[in-house]
């Protein structure tokens, strides 16, 4: 069974830093196409990162220039790490295998102004 298991979020200060790790179990992460996405409340989830397997990174707009996605085959964990936050990026954070359509349950990252 593939899981899909979001950390590091949290409340932090808007100007701080946060780091999301998605570690990947029951499956070979190596080959999947992996992402993180987000919902603040009262909005529809939107996409924020994008990994392919060979490395080739996308963003959403609003994330350029601020977050970078990585990951690391040998711990199949992918990461998300998000600079200069702002209060609008306080959402549920989720971790997204695009190959499987497979979601996490998400953590919680609040900014405060």
């Known amino acids: 069974q593939v899981q899909l298991v979001e950390s590091g979020g949290g409340l932090v200060q808007a100007g701080d830093s946060l780091r999301l790790s998605c570690v990947v179990s029951?499956?070979?992460?190596?080959?999947?196409?992996m992402g993180w996405f987000r919902q603040a409340p009262g909005k529809e989830r939107e996409f924020v990162a994008r990994?392919?397997?060979?490395?080739?990174?996308y963003y959403a707009d609003s994330a350029k220039g601020r977050f970078t996605i990585s990951r690391d085959n040998a711990k199949n964990t992918v990461y998300l790490q998000m600079n200069n936050l702002k209060p609008e990026d306080t959402a549920t954070y989720y971790c997204?295998?695009?190959?499987?359509?497979?979601w996490g349950k998400g953590t919680l990252v609040t900014i405060s102004s």
């Open positions: 990994i392919m397997r060979s490395g080739y990174k």
């Open positions: 997204r295998d695009f190959d499987i359509e497979a």
């Open positions: 029951g499956r070979t992460f190596n080959s999947a196409d």
